[in-house]
Every structure is written in structure tokens, then in C-alpha cells.
């Protein structure tokens, strides 16, 4: 199931839009397609399906309701697998931002996985070391608005803590595997992408990293697992706040694939 890290439609800089002209001359727009099964159900027992990143220009992009702002507490968590990283490399796994100078980005900063401001590039938590290619990794970032503490972990173990300070508008866009759409692209699977309102604990974030929520969960406010049973390019909101991804702007040379999981998570 997908479980680990979104923007929408209009804040999409990337994907092209057609001119309809004369909308009078065309007739009405034809509907929409929907989904035979708007909320697929989600596989409890296994990993089931992660999407993968071609690091050139599949990128996924999600709505944004109720996410915290840049300053607000907050938690970004996903498991990961990618090859080897280059040392200069810099990949967005998770953007939340108001253009593109304000917000939140978990992914690898100059090829070390880190979380920093959109704002000046400004890194606020970062690994000592790059976590081994080719295997599965859990990723979360927890910032504590009370305490103004920012973590690092990996691997359910804590590898940085800051007190740095962070950027402050809430997020018009949400991205998965990328900036915006063009820049610093990801290559690499993720699966099983949980963002919070709340900093979850030490205990939370090592204790939880193996298995789903059991449904939407308190302060849970997007989660997506990528195990769709009918996609249509899309992919599902789980916690019950309706912020559905949307697969490459919906052009299917932009979509990332969705491939088998074998990330190691179990159900509830």
C-alpha cells in the first residue's frame, strides 16, 4: 500500500491547458470522469502498491486541505527507496509551498536527506549520512511550533534535532516528487506518505512506521497508500480530508508508475 509523501490543478505550473475558444460554438464541457469506486478500500495486510519516480519528469501533485502552515506543528512521514544519490543532488520527495518562496521540503539537499525552507534554500534539519541505496527507508520530519524544535528521523531513530527558524504561510500547493514540477525531480519508489497536524513523539514515529493507521486517525490530515483499486490516474485520500492526489497533472507521460510494494508494512 503505498504508505509514504501534492498540489492541485490551478497551482500546477507545469501541466498545459487547451483553449476551448468559443465555448458557445464547442457546447457544454463534457463531464468529468469518475471513478467506479470513489474511496477504493485500502489493503490492510501488506505494502500493495508505491509509485515510482522517474527522476526526469513524473511528479505527482495533491490538494491541500487543513494543512498546517509553514510554521505550524506538523509532520511529514513516507518510506522511500531510491539509487545511489549523487553528491550534488538535490530531489523534493514532499513540497507543501506558496509559490516559490515559502514552505516546507523533505528530500535531498545537496545528496543528503534533510528538510529545509523554500525560502533562501535554507536547510533546517539534515542526516549525518546518507541512508544505504536500494533498500526500503522510513523518512519523517517533526516540527514542534511550541518548542520550535524540528527532527529528523530515519529508520524510527532520531538523526538530527534544530531549533531553526522556519518559513510562515500556509501552503497553496502540495507536491509529491518534485518542487514544482520541473525542478529537482525524484528517482525512486515511495509508498505509505502520512502528513500530520501534530509532532508525533519519538515513541509514535518508530512504533507506527511498520503498520497503516487503522482509518482516519486524529490529526491525521492526508494519507496516501497508493493501492487504489481504481485510480484514474489518481490516487486516494485515506484520512478522510478528501486531498487526493493527482498522478502528473493528469498527462500520462508525467505520471509516476505504480509498481508493486515491498516496503515493510503490515495492516493495523
Known amino acids: ?127 549525518p549520512a546518507l541512508p544505504a541505496a536500494n533498500t526500503w527507508h522510513h523518512v519523517a520530519f517533526t516540527f514542534d511550533a511550541k518548542t520550535t524544535t524540528e527532527v529528523l528521523y530515519v529508520d524510527g531513530t532520531a538523526v538530527d534535532t534544530e531549533m531553526n527558524a522556519t518559513d510562515q504561510r500556509t501552503p497553496t500547493s502540495v507536491w509529491l516528487g518534485t518542487l514544482d514540477g520541473t525542478r529537482e525531480l525524484f528517482s525512486g519508489l515511495m509508498d505509505e506518505v502520512r502528513v500530520w497536524n501534530v509532532a508525533r513523539t519519538a515513541a509514535q514515529v518508530a512504533a507506527d512506521r511498520a503498520h497503516t493507521p487503522p482509518g482516519p486517525a486524529a490529526g491525521l490530515i492526508a494519507y496516501w497508500t497508493f493501492d487504489d483499486a481504481d485510480s484514474g490516474g489518481r490516487a486516494m485520500d485515506a484520512s478522510g480530508n478528501g486531498n487526493t492526489v493527482t498522478l502528473g497533472d493528469g498527462v500520462a507521460a508525467r505520471m509516476p508508475s505504480r509498481v508493486s510494494s515491498d516496503a515493510p508494512v503490515s495492516g493495523p
Open 1 to 127: 500500500m503505498a504508505l509514504l509523501l501534492i498540489l492541485a490543478g490551478a497551482s500546477s505550473a507545469v501541466a498545459c491547458r487547451g483553449s476551448r475558444g468559443n465555448l458557445a460554438d464547442l457546447g457544454p464541457a463534457p463531464a468529468a470522469p469518475q471513478d467506479a469506486n470513489p474511496f477504493p478500500v485500502i489493503d490492510g495486510g501488506g505494502a500493495g502498491y508505491a509509485l515510482s519516480f522517474d527522476g526526469t519528469q513524473s511528479y505527482a501533485t495533491a490538494a491541500d486541505a487543513n494543512f498546517p502552515s509553514a510554521n505550524a506543528t506538523q509532520t511529514v512521514e513516507m518510506w522511500i527507496r531510491y539509487p545511489p544519490v549523487p553528491a550534488t543532488a538535490t530531489q523534493a520527495l514532499f513540497a507543501a509551498r506558496q509559490d516559490v518562496v515559502n514552505g516546507l521540503v523533505v528530500g535531498f539537499h545537496g545528496g543528503q536527506l534533510a528538510a529545509w525552507r523554500v525560502y533562501v534554500d535554507r536547510v533546517l534539519v539534515q542526516a
